[in-house]
């Protein structure tokens, strides 16, 4: 499905606000609310908008050790299965990147405690393919979003 001027526009509205009225979005965009629905329901179909989210603040969550896990593996033939499944499992680990580079994998983990964020590592070594983990624990989040600016 091609995108034109209208869709980026309504998707530039929905990363700001995701719970925006269909109303509101037509108006800022002069279009009519049933015409900012269809649209979105198109986008919806044709799976380019994937879902919808809550950020949530971390502190309000049970824990709030959260840091970053460098993860290097050594090539082997299932060896994205072994560590992604762990990945995919685990609901302490927040987010899961194969990355270039150096390392194999970029994790952003949440755990209660730092004894729990040692558990989490311990796990992650236990994979066999892991050869080696660097984690970097966050002291404080200067920002964090996933909305891109307006040009």
Do not use: W
Not at 22 to 48: K, N, W
Not at 100 to 112: F, H, I, R, T
């Amino acid at each position: 499905m091609e995108l034109d001027a209208t869709d980026l526009a309504i998707l530039a509205e929905l990363e700001r606000n995701g719970r925006a009225p269909h109303a509101e979005i037509g108006r800022i965009l002069g279009m009519s609310g049933p015409g900012v629905y269809a649209r979105i329901h198109r986008m919806e179909e044709s799976g380019i908008i994937q879902g919808y989210t809550v950020q949530v603040d971390p502190r309000a969550r049970q824990g709030n050790v959260v840091a970053f896990v460098r993860v290097t593996t050594r090539a082997q033939a299932n060896e994205h299965d072994l560590f992604e499944s762990l990945a995919l499992q685990d609901i302490r680990i927040l987010e899961c990147h194969d990355v270039a580079g150096e390392d194999s994998y970029l994790l952003k983990v949440q755990c209660k405690s730092l004894e729990e964020l040692r558990e989490l590592i311990a796990s992650v070594r236990a994979v066999p393919q892991v050869t080696r983990t660097l984690a970097s624990v966050v002291l404080t989040t200067i920002k964090e979003t996933n909305k891109r600016s307006r040009k």
